[in-house]
């Protein structure tokens, strides 16, 4: 009987821990004064997007029963290794504490990956959905005569969206950075650009302008490469759901900084003709060479 009450202690204890972890790190979000800026927004759903969501309900379901799979025989050895132990022998000495200091370890470790994979899944979560956003807006740019790709494989990166228009080659980076939470401020809902880097109400960022340069600079090299055609290729940074103020300098600048959302992105289909509609083919087969096999 005791050593069954020790079982359902640990248990009890761990549970109470996680459980406590898991509480405290949900109630940190709900405190967070930053949000998505597409928080509270209407969006449109891509084709599959109830499927997506399907798909991620039932990778957790298999995960927990993976979970259960797996712990079942340990669980239960130790049930029945724990129902033989002797009363006289549930006593406290240094190896107890070796094996609760063990578990201590164990626990934190648990909990210190599952702040860290939680701030990624969040990270990922906006992410997903700016670039989805910005895809939605992207595709209508095709009734204009673009041609427009997706997540691009490149060299150890990616190029979210490729735009290719009537006068340029557009390299589309999409970053979805968290405003304030506060609503009464409309100055929390502007970012202003000024040539280089992206000035919030409370940061500063330049490394969104200077990946949209690169990645624009590797495209430029890859179609000189092959099929061998020289066009212009210019670097862009969309940001939706922001509000965007330039300076004269952020006017002028190689990277072009947008907000995707209502008409946002029509600049990308108009100007000059540089580009031929059979040139634009002929860039789409090339790039979509870089595209994995199913």
Not at 85 to 108: C, H, K, N, Q, S
Not at 120 to 135: H, I, S, W
Not at 171 to 185: H, I, M, N
Request: proline share 5%; charged share 20%.
């Amino acid at each position: 009987m005791k050593a069954n009450l020790v079982m359902i202690a640990a248990f009890a204890l761990s549970l109470a821990c996680s459980a406590v972890t898991v509480f405290g790190v949900l109630q940190w979000k709900a405190r967070m004064q930053r949000r998505s800026p597409l928080h509270g927004r209407q969006v449109g759903h891509v084709p599959g997007q109830q499927l997506v969501e399907r798909h991620g309900e039932a990778g957790d379901g298999m995960l927990t029963s993976s979970l259960l799979m797996y712990l079942s025989a340990p669980t239960m050895l130790m049930a029945w290794a724990l129902a033989r132990v002797p009363p006289e022998r549930m006593r406290i000495d240094g190896a107890t504490w070796l094996y609760v200091a063990g578990a201590i370890v164990m626990f934190a470790w648990g909990a210190y990956g599952f702040i860290k994979h939680f701030k990624r899944a969040q990270n990922a979560k906006d992410g997903l959905l700016a670039e989805r956003v910005t895809g939605m807006q992207l595709n209508r740019l095709v009734a204009d005569g673009c041609v427009v790709l997706h997540d691009l494989p490149a060299e150890n990166f990616n190029i979210d969206h490729i735009v290719i228009g009537p006068r340029a080659v557009y390299a589309v980076e999409t970053k979805s950075f968290r405003r304030p939470k506060g609503q009464g401020d409309a100055a929390v809902h502007r970012v202003t650009f000024d040539g280089k880097a992206l000035h919030f109400t409370d940061f500063i960022n330049t490394d969104a302008s200077e990946q949209a340069a690169r990645q624009a600079k590797w495209l430029k090299r890859q179609l000189q490469e092959s099929p061998g055609i020289d066009v212009p290729v210019v670097p862009a940074l969309a940001l939706p759901g922001w509000y965007i103020d330039k300076t004269e300098a952020g006017k002028t600048s190689e990277v072009v900084v947008f907000t995707p959302m209502g008409k946002g992105a029509d600049f990308l289909a108009r100007g000059q003709e540089r580009i031929m509609p059979e040139q634009r083919r002929m860039i789409a087969q090339a790039l979509a060479v870089r595209y994995p096999s199913l």
